[in-house]
């Protein structure tokens, strides 16, 4: 008797072409190098280093005010409701023990008995006496009396650290907020920055824009390549941070942030990418740290908004889609386009290697025509001979004219 046996699908993967077997390598390893590459900064802004082994650890108490306005709400909110209540049942236990120590919890139903507080007769109640003296609810019905001078000052004690209390804490939740940390939530940046040409010059742009309709008032922004770096004397500096240049020299770096904008930082001697290809920048790991800082219109407080770009996300001959529109009587603003970017034709090598071809095709011409003579075999004393006519020797100038019809005949030549 027969039985079928299953066999085992073999599944073959198809086969790609030359080139995109040859690509899938390099694909493979740079998303790999994406995958490890270390923030300094997040794309949200938040910073991705922690402090280890601080052990002067009572500085942050000299400060208390501003720890307590750092911290996370969730602990915020439990030193509030902790301080008050420790603080309640402190002085109604203090509120208890004179009861206590004055025979008043003894003398509950002696009407002749003129105790330190009326209808004060247990710790509960004592309780609440402190809470109605430090809140100065008042209901009424629990008061001191005039025959406990230990009671009356007690109650000025309570009130004067209950006022402070008061003010601190209430401040703390003030500041905390009051913080504009939330405004920078509506300032965002392009999800990549992108490399191309401007002004016949190679630049490196990136994009910022406010959500809101209320302005951000004095707005500038920065930015800084993070990467580490090697000195000449054999120094390593991790995470070495250099400024980039944004338009501080022409004040475009103060923005009226009404519309989205463009940043600019063009690429010359001075910028930190004047040696960077493009296949240079595919292989480096570097990040670009963007700070915008302003102050909130409402309530004149400043906020200040970051964002970080690595080598991944900085895209070599790309440009924004515009986002700006003309309407019936406004300008509207597509935020749907805000992240979108198109390919331009951009040269792939570095801006050094682009101003070194530039320089050279604009050699001046007696430049050109030393070299041509110099590849025709000319002697030196007829290289060097100027071009000029001379008036004083009839000899000179007949040899100038044929000198001149030699040079001719080179350039004629040159250009055939």
Not at 58 to 85: A, G, Q, S
Not at 100 to 109: F, K, N
């Amino acid at each position: 008797m027969e039985q079928d046996v299953e066999s085992p699908a073999i599944i073959r993967q198809p086969k790609l072409p030359k080139q995109a077997r040859e690509d899938l390598p390099k694909q493979l390893a740079r998303v790999e190098r994406a995958k490890r590459v270390q923030r300094y900064v997040q794309k949200d802004g938040k910073c991705n280093v922690h402090h280890g082994n601080v052990r002067e650890t009572y500085r942050y108490l000299t400060d208390i005010f501003t720890t307590l306005v750092d911290l996370k709400w969730r602990f915020n909110l439990f030193i509030f409701v902790l301080v008050y209540t420790v603080t309640w049942l402190f002085f109604g236990f203090m509120w208890w023990l004179i009861a206590y120590l004055r025979g008043d919890l003894d003398h509950l139903s002696d009407n002749q008995w003129t105790p330190c507080v009326n209808n004060l007769n247990s710790f509960v109640s004592a309780f609440l006496f402190s809470i109605e003296t430090e809140t100065t609810i008042g209901y009424g019905y629990r008061v001191i009396t005039d025959k406990c001078p230990e009671g009356i000052v007690l109650l000025l004690i309570q009130s004067v650290l209950g006022s402070i209390v008061n003010a601190f804490m209430v401040g703390c939740m003030f500041v905390k907020i009051s913080q504009p940390k939330k405004r920078a939530e509506t300032l965002v940046f392009s999800t990549n920055a992108v490399i191309s040409m401007r002004d016949g010059r190679l630049c490196l742009m990136f994009r910022v824009g406010d959500l809101r309709n209320s302005h951000i008032v004095e707005a500038s922004i920065r930015a800084k390549l993070i990467k580490s770096k090697q000195t000449k004397e054999g120094e390593f500096i991790p995470l070495n941070q250099t400024d980039m240049n944004v338009g501080y020299n022409t004040g475009d770096d103060r923005l009226f942030l009404v519309s989205p904008l463009i940043i600019c930082h063009e690429i010359n001697q001075n910028s930190p990418f004047w040696d960077i290809s493009q296949a240079y920048l595919e292989n480096e790991d570097l990040e670009i740290v963007v700070i915008l800082e302003g102050m909130v219109e409402a309530t004149g407080m400043t906020c200040q908004a970051r964002s970080s770009y690595i080598s991944s996300e900085i895209k070599w001959g790309y440009r924004f889609t515009p986002v700006l529109t003309l309407e019936d009587g406004f300008y509207e603003v597509d935020y749907n386009s805000f992240h979108d970017i198109y390919e331009t034709n951009t040269p792939a090598c570095s801006a050094k290697e682009l101003a070194d071809m530039t320089n050279r095709t604009r050699l001046p011409l007696t430049w050109s025509l030393a070299s041509k003579l110099s590849q025709q075999g000319l002697p030196e004393s007829e290289q060097e001979a100027p071009v000029t006519k001379t008036s004083e020797d009839k000899e000179g100038k007949s040899e100038q004219t044929e000198r001149n019809g030699d040079i001719a005949n080179i350039e004629s030549e040159s250009k055939v």
